[in-house]
């Protein structure tokens, strides 16, 4: 049912009387000041098409007013601005004009709170509207943590045509949909679930819940144990809500995660060292935290060593230090699980990309552990927490930008100082996850002694046998450009001295059989990708630790829109840096054994 007051908004800018808007008439509502003076340009005016086109259901090029009903909803504008005629104004696009001067603000509400970009001076209202809600979810009182009560129910919030948590059925892919489709989780009954694994393939078998179990670890297989935690909402939650920022509210603001903390209990026993996970075997806190810097977006590297430095802030069952902060570079954005290997022989079958980062440190202090606690039965108690950080240079958001009206966040933080105020205030807090059940569980665990102070070893990955060019042309191309540049870089991470790699692997990467040419206006190239493995220089023992990097092998043939003539050369693997992993001489010995028969250094 339509309300009088929208109906009468309607029948006023109807200036023709055809009981539809048209793209002159919706211009006047949103350039038309209490003034009644028009201020509109061609930006508006685009606008206004993208408006029609987004919600012009009948195609007729006009809004009837059951669409002009959905339009308002959709932005949320307030009832009373529509009785007196008018929409928000916008403050001007010219970067180099100061800022409008903005009505007295309120005192400073908590970080995380839900907040509303106050409107500019108009004239006296009798009295200020009532709080709005979204579809039965009012979003009111104190900030909120990530994946509070508050949290959750911004999922009912409409950003543009469709709610935040149909966006994250859109956007969840790949693993995190596998399992949090299969695991039949949901946003009320059922939202968290801790399963565990024994199988070689990690989380095949969905059907067993951590919490209650009693498990016992075989003794033979790759894979000892793990346990995966999956969220129906992804990890990186809201921290904030703003119900009318300009130019197209409403905006929620979402803390990045990329650290987890596990507190783990033993027989009663809190486990408090403090591990910072992120790298190969057996790394200290310092040289984890340098590893962290590389495993994030670089615009992020300062934030998260901070936090690392930090330590959590926590509270309740999360008090305290925790056993390990495990720091993860595909926890970023979209995803909704976190992978715990925990027992393993190889850390190749143990880890999946979204631990690859953690994992084989998680590996080698959980097998630490072991050695302490011993074998034979125990109980054990894990809670899991992860923090978040919200960064302006890469903001994560869900708003109308994403709906068709092309509203970048850097447009949010120009177009309105209060957006902008908000997003600085989180910028330097400390976001943390909302403790709750569901992040916990308690299980007994039998070792055998076979895994008691036997860590994992990594050995050699597989040669690519999809690869569509000559596998000895390629290698030696990788051979010889793997001694310079990035990989090399990241090689001296690991051991004292590069040379030339004692040999290559082309990287199973089945897509287009391992090679993938480019070509645009701006720059054309070839590129694969390969695995150099270098012996320890200063020690030939079996057991001396080698160093076995991934990189990209790249060849430009135009870059900036020139053409360009040069040798190929190694590269970062995207916007992260090669992946340098230990790996024991031995195992670097018996993978030229392996491949002797395809190709020789």
Request: aromatic fraction near 8%.
């Amino acid at each position: 049912m339509v309300s009088t007051s929208i109906r009468k908004a309607f029948e006023e800018f109807d200036v023709d009387g055809s009981g539809t808007l048209s793209a002159e008439e919706c211009l006047a509502i949103l350039t038309r000041g209490a003034t009644g003076e028009k201020s509109g340009d061609g930006h508006d005016r685009g606008r206004c098409w993208e408006i029609i086109q987004d919600f012009d259901k009948n195609g007729d090029g006009v809004l009837s007013i059951e669409e002009f009903v959905e339009a308002f909803e959709m932005f949320m504008l307030d009832e009373d601005e529509f009785q007196n005629g008018a929409a928000p104004a916008e403050p001007d696009d010219d970067e180099d004009d100061e800022p409008a001067a903005l009505p007295a603000q309120p005192a400073a509400q908590p970080v995380g709170a839900t907040v509303t970009s106050p409107p500019p001076p108009a004239a006296p209202k009798a009295a200020a509207p009532a709080p709005r809600a979204y579809s039965g979810f009012p979003i009111e009182g104190p900030g909120f943590k990530m994946h509070a009560p508050e949290a959750w129910a911004c999922l009912g919030v409409k950003v543009m045509k469709k709610t935040w948590e149909k966006s994250i059925e859109a956007d969840c892919r790949g693993q995190s949909a596998k399992i949090r489709d299969g695991w039949s989780l949901d946003s009320k009954s059922r939202r968290y679930a801790i399963r565990w694994a024994t199988d070689p393939q990690p989380m095949r078998e969905w059907d067993r819940e951590a919490d209650g179990a009693s498990i016992r670890v075989p003794e033979q297989t790759k894979l000892g144990f793990d346990l995966t935690f999956c969220s129906y909402m992804p990890l990186a939650s809201p921290v904030a809500l703003l119900k009318k920022a300009k130019p197209a509210g409403p905006v929620l603001i979402m803390a990045t995660t990329h650290l987890v903390d596990l507190y783990l209990e033993v027989d009663g026993v809190r486990q408090t060292d403090g591990h910072i996970c992120c790298g190969e075997g057996e790394m200290t806190n310092e040289s984890a935290i340098a590893n962290a810097r590389s495993a994030v977006p670089s615009d992020l590297e300062d934030a998260i060593e901070k936090a690392l430095r930090d330590g959590p802030p926590g509270e309740g069952g999360m008090a305290g230090q925790p056993w390990a902060t495990l720091v993860g570079k595909e926890l970023g954005e979209e995803a909704h699980i976190i992978h715990l290997p925990l027992i393993a022989a190889d850390l190749e079958s143990a880890c999946i990309s979204e631990s690859e980062s953690y994992g084989p440190m998680l590996l080698h202090k959980f097998s630490e552990l072991l050695s302490s606690v011993g074998a034979g039965k125990h109980k054990w108690s894990l809670r899991l927490s992860w923090r978040g950080v919200v960064h302006n240079e890469r903001l994560l958001i869900e708003g109308q930008f994403d709906g068709g009206i092309n509203v970048q966040p850097e447009t949010y933080m120009k177009k309105d100082p209060n957006f902008k105020a908000i997003v600085e205030g989180l910028m330097e807090q400390a976001h943390v996850v909302y403790d709750q059940p569901g992040l916990s569980c308690t299980f007994e665990l039998d070792v055998p002694a076979k895994w008691v102070g036997s860590g994992p070893e990594r050995f050699a990955e597989q040669m690519n046998p999809h690869f569509k060019g000559d596998v000895e042309e390629y290698c030696l191309i990788a051979l010889r450009c793997a001694s310079r540049g990035a990989s090399a870089n990241q090689a001296l991470t690991v051991i004292s001295r590069v040379g030339t790699p004692a040999h290559i692997v082309l990287d199973g990467y089945t897509w287009a059989g391992g090679l993938t040419e480019h070509s645009s206006y701006d720059e054309a190239f070839e590129r694969f990708m390969a695995w150099g493995l270098w012996y320890n220089p200063d020690d030939n023992s079996d057991d001396a630790d080698g160093v076995m990097v991934k990189f990209w092998c790249t060849k430009y043939t135009r870059k900036g829109g020139q053409p360009v003539s040069q040798d190929w050369e190694s590269e970062n693997i995207g916007m992260f840096k090669c992946v340098a992993q230990r790996i024991k001489n031995k195992n670097v010995r018996a993978a030229i054994e392996r491949d002797a028969s395809i190709w020789n250094a």
